[in-house]
């Protein structure tokens, strides 16, 4: 299996600009989620995904970030305005409600942003 | 609402050195255990977990045991190698479905040669 994909891996942007980044889970997961990882709050979890349905968006920072899952296969995180405090390290994960394999989230490479 | 501490780092190391790094949480219930690592550049993987009370989860030298009393899963690993050097998180699942990981703030390892 390819793993859970991010992309793209590094993005620079200015304030103000619209920040697109992708996801596409490991087939056959069911839940997928987004965090956002900077070194003064540590990991934090903003959002996650039940086939393709948002369970739970209370860690989403405000309403300038937006999330959707149009598909099993694919989710997107949109930041609409970027601003510089939104530069961090995103990553997704995505696991699968099967007892058998438990609860182990499968992290992706992760999206370093820079909003300058 | 249900917490991770975790010992703040860094934590320097020789080769070979023995290694505990603390953990404790806070939940209600019987939450589930684990220890994420993440090598640099990459993104986190699951080391060990444990799922229930006095489980001891293990995986490459390293082990955790899941410790209700004190509500505690301390990471251990008696020989530590240069591979090792890493940033190492603890999280839990709570228990009541929800599939949220909450996460400790990590604790960075380097072992030196």
């Known amino acids: 299996d390819a793993g859970v994909i991010q992309s793209p891996r590094h993005e620079v942007t200015e304030m103000g600009q619209e920040v697109t980044l992708r996801c596409k889970p490991i087939?056959?997961?069911?839940?997928l989620f987004w965090y956002r990882q900077t070194m003064m709050r540590g990991l934090e979890l903003l959002i996650y995904f039940n086939n393709n349905v948002p369970i739970d968006d209370s860690g989403m920072p405000e309403d300038r970030f937006s999330a959707k899952m149009p598909n099993a296969s694919f989710s997107t995180l949109k930041i609409q305005p970027s601003e510089p405090r939104d530069s961090a390290v995103y990553f997704c994960a995505s696991s699968t409600s099967t007892r058998r394999l438990g609860e182990t989230q499968y992290f992706g490479p992760g999206t370093r942003l820079l909003v300058l | 609402g249900n917490s991770v501490t975790q010992m703040e780092g860094p934590v320097t190391l020789s080769e070979e050195a023995f290694l505990t790094i603390n953990c404790t949480y806070t939940a209600t219930g019987y939450p589930s255990l684990f220890w994420y690592v993440q090598y640099p550049g990459e993104g986190l993987q699951l080391l060990l977990k444990?799922?229930?009370?006095?489980d001891k989860g293990s995986n490459k030298g390293f082990e955790a045991t899941y410790r209700k009393e004190t509500t505690s899963f301390h990471l251990e690993k008696g020989s530590v190698q240069v591979s090792d050097s890493a940033v190492y998180f603890c999280a839990l699942k709570g228990q009541g479905g929800s599939e949220k990981l909450v996460f400790g703030k990590g604790t960075k390892l380097t072992v030196n040669p």
């Open positions: 444990a799922t229930k009370a006095d």
């Open positions: 087939s056959g997961h069911d839940y």
